[in-house]
């Protein structure tokens, strides 16, 4: 427990900047018809962006598609089905995007009617871009107690770097710090507690509180394995 990684973990943050398209929608069509062109970081944004920006209230966070759907159009149920999308399943923008379209693709051939009606002109849907600019903290560990300790001093910015942004948009096959903690640590079995975490029903920082105390767990069990030697 006590022996150090040769490969530190550093902790990144980030800043996340709005740039607006110019793509809009008044129609379920347009909406569809522009989903399956506008550049991925649209679809993070609007998929992602309530975690950001409201990181100390309870998710489940708004699904922007699903919102607007249900109440500039008023279509409810296909709110609804937008809304039910477990983005957490999903390891990739392209996958989350082809479920959201394979979705409405569903609801256009059961009722295509629906996907004519306009909404107010004040309430078109304007697709919004995320740009994030990426950086290095002074914060890196290379034991296990480091981690914890370097885990408490980051900011929301760099654990929702290392929880969301690096699995979705760098398309990892987890969170930064399950891969680093199987990989260099070898504790594989911590890292799949902290991978089977849904970060959608934590706020970020009830998501640090968790992943300190499932740490703290680990140490004190080692601690306990030492002392009956």
């Known amino acids: 427990m006590g022996s150090a ?8 943050s980030q800043q996340s900047l709005r740039e607006l398209t110019g793509i809009r929608a008044r129609t379920l ?15 993070y ?6 975690l950001q920006r409201h990181q100390y209230l309870s998710p489940e966070p708004p699904n922007d598609f699903a919102y607007w759907v249900s109440e500039s159009l008023g279509e409810d149920r296909i709110g609804e089905r937008l809304a039910s999308i477990d983005t957490l399943s ?7 995007r082809d479920k959201i379209i394979g979705t ?4 256009q051939s059961k009722r295509p009617e629906a996907f004519e009606k306009k909404s107010p002109d004040n309430e078109a849907f304007y697709f ?16 296990l107690q480091e981690f914890l300790e370097a885990l408490g001093k980051v900011t929301i910015s760099s654990l929702y770097f290392h929880i969301f942004e690096a ?10 710090f399950s891969l680093w903690l199987d990989k260099s640590l070898g504790e594989k079995l911590l890292a799949e507690q902290i991978a089977r975490l849904d ?29 009956d030697r």
Not at 29 to 43: A, M, P, Q
Request: charged share 25%; with cysteine; aromatic share 8%.
């Open 128 to 143: 919004i871009k995320s740009v994030s600019v990426v950086f290095p903290t002074e914060h890196s560990a290379s034991t």
């Open 5 to 12: 990684s040769t490969d530190p973990f550093v902790f990144y």
């Open 199 to 227: 970060p959608y029903t934590h706020t970020m920082e009830g998501l640090r509180t968790r992943i300190m105390s499932l740490v703290r767990k680990r140490l004190s069990a080692a601690d306990g394995a030492k002392g």
């Open 45 to 50: 944004y609007h998929t992602h962006h309530f």
């Open 104 to 107: 409405l693709e569903d609801e």
């Open 167 to 176: 699995r979705l948009r760098l398309e990892k096959a987890t969170n930064d």
């Open 90 to 96: 999903f390891t990739t923008i392209r996958a989350l």
């Open 29 to 43: 069509k347009e909406l569809l018809d522009n989903l399956r062109t506008v550049n991925g970081s649209c679809i």
